[in-house]
């Protein structure tokens, strides 16, 4: 044969794997937490966006849940403050919930404007609309840290219409109390809260770290599959740190309550969701169930 065919070849291999992936989860929701890094480089930023974009229009029922951290921090200095974190959540004075909401509200509007140059339509929406998520006030160890929301439930009526009509829904993490105060909430709940009342087939978490290690020093210590119990114990260990703390907790919250995979990726990897989705290899860590392999049986 030609040898300038086997790169077509390749080409059509490739769409070949993805076959019986795009079967499975035809019309299935999958929930994607975008934050960290890949949302500041605007180059990654289209990428993660052309790769959501290309799950909505092959059948599946996306749903972003982002972030903005670095960009609420940034505005923050801006305006002669300094960002503070206890336990990975911000501290949020008045001044700061209301830096925080203009932001998480632009940088949702800027996610529809790619989604929708990409021909598919996008609604941005926050917790506060159509109820999604009310929350309470949240304390961290007993310390008061302002309007931090814990996400208490979730009405997901607005989503489900959102995609019967076809619409990506995109969503910023801020939600109102019973007496509709206006609360920050840190983006991998949110994320993790509206998988669960959806029960999301999926949970994918893009992050600015290959996925989780044993030993945060030691890159050689990837895990590619971890089990909710072997979670526990590596928090129990000690060995995980940061954001990476709330972000497992939520991992197990998830699975524990009806999300069937729950993944954390490196956004950092152009195209990392289409390379764990559609491929028989997968990447980053998949968190699973007692008894869930990573990868799908013929027989699933
Ligand atoms: N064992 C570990 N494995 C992976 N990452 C870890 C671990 N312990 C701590 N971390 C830190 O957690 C960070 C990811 O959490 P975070 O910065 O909150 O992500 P995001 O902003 O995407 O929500 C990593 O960049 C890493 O520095
Ligand atoms: C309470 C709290 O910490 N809220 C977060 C909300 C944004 C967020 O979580 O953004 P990333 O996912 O990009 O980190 C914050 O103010 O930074």
Not at 46 to 65: C, H, S
Not at 68 to 91: A, C, H, Q, Y
Not at 120 to 147: C, P, T
């Amino acid at each position: 044969m030609d040898k300038s065919m086997d790169k077509y070849l390749e080409k059509a291999e490739v769409l070949i794997e993805a076959l019986p992936y795009i079967q499975r989860f035809n019309r299935k929701i999958i929930v994607v937490k975008y934050g960290g890094s890949a949302m500041v480089d605007e180059e990654l930023k289209r990428n993660v966006i052309a790769d959501v974009t290309l799950l909505k229009l092959v059948g599946f029922k996306p749903i972003i849940v982002h972030g903005g951290g670095k960009e609420i921090s940034k505005w923050v200095e801006k305006s002669g403050m300094t960002p503070k974190f206890i336990n990975g959540l911000r501290v949020t004075d008045e001044q700061t919930m209301e830096i925080a909401e203009m932001v998480l509200n632009r940088v949702n509007k800027s996610l529809v404007q790619l989604v929708e140059q990409l021909g598919v339509r996008a609604v941005g929406i926050s917790g506060k609309d159509g109820g999604l998520l009310n929350v309470e006030k949240k304390y961290s160890d007993g310390q008061d840290i302002g309007f931090v929301g814990d996400v208490k439930s979730v009405n997901p009526k607005i989503l489900y219409d959102l995609l019967e009509k076809d619409f990506l829904p995109i969503v910023c993490p801020i939600g109102m109390d019973d007496d509709y105060n206006t609360y920050n909430i840190n983006a991998d709940d949110a994320a993790c809260a509206i998988a669960r009342a959806v029960n999301a087939e999926k949970l994918a978490f893009l992050t600015d770290i290959e996925g989780v290690y044993k030993d945060p020093h030691d890159p050689s210590t990837l895990i590619s599959e971890l089990r909710i119990e072997e979670a526990r114990g590596l928090i129990g260990s000690g060995f995980i740190g940061g954001g990476m703390l709330p972000k497992l907790n939520n991992c197990i919250e998830a699975i524990e309550n009806g999300v069937s995979r729950v993944h954390i990726l490196d956004g950092r990897i152009p195209h990392c969701l289409l390379l764990e989705i559609f491929t028989n290899k997968g990447i980053g860590t998949a968190i699973l169930g007692d008894n869930e392999s990573r990868y799908y049986h013929e027989n699933e």
